[in-house]
């Protein structure tokens, strides 16, 4: 009878490593974004998910480490889907197409909102975000303007550097800002809300940005 040869002491096998990186990422996820990153200890992280905070060592290296695993993980999804598509948000009406997908990827990821707030207006802590995320949407964005432009969509003599940031902020704001939106405003932020707010916000685009 053959025998295994013997697993490495310390080292879960593959499915289980995933497994249990999944797992942290997920707590950590919901736990920043509840709390913001000074706040959560990887004590915390671990228990959440379940395993020891060794653990947490393991497949990061430290919180900082596991703060950029969890943008990559929630983030490169959401890109990878607007990468996806390029074609449509280029084409015809596709800077609405945009506002559309974001709110609604906002209203439906209800942590990625609260992320994005602490990594942007709070400042928490990855220069890595900054230089990989927003850069990459960014150049989709500025030549999807620019076709909108040579099409006739949009004034030509708009300043297409303020076109970008309108159509971010329009598309970010009720969710990123969405306690003051609810609390001031008396404005619940939710599936259908986005959907008023994509078919409201492409209007307004539009009506404001044509020739």
């Known amino acids: ?20 990186r999944s797992q942290l990422i997920e707590a950590a996820r919901e736990l920043f974004a509840l709390q913001g990153f000074e706040a959560v200890s990887l004590r915390a992280v671990a228990d959440a998910a379940g395993v020891t905070p060794a653990m947490v060592h393991y497949y990061f290296g430290d919180k900082h480490g596991l703060w950029v ?3 990559e993980d929630t983030l490169e999804g959401v890109l990878q889907g607007m990468l996806a598509a390029r074609e449509d948000i280029e084409g015809p009406g596709g800077l609405g197409i945009y506002l559309q997908r974001h709110t609604q990827t906002l209203a439906e990821k209800t942590w990625l909102a609260p992320l994005l707030y602490r990594e942007v207006v709070l400042g928490q802590p990855s220069a890595e975000f900054m230089r990989r995320f927003p850069e990459r949407l960014r150049q989709l964005l500025a030549g999807a303007i620019e076709k909108a432009r040579l099409r006739g969509e949009i004034a030509a003599d708009l300043d297409a550097e303020l076109l970008l940031l309108s159509l971010i902020a329009t598309a970010v704001f009720p969710h990123v800002f969405r306690p003051l939106v609810e609390r001031v405003l008396d404005v619940k932020v939710n599936r259908a809300f986005a959907q008023r707010w994509a078919v409201h916000a492409q209007r307004m685009f539009y009506r404001g940005a044509q020739p």
């Not at 053959?2 to 249990?20: F, M, N, Q, T």
Request: glycine content about 4%.
């Open 1 to 20: 009878m053959s025998r295994k040869p013997p697993s490495r002491v310390g080292r879960p096998a593959e499915d289980r490593r995933l497994e249990v």
């Open 69 to 71: 695993a969890v943008l």
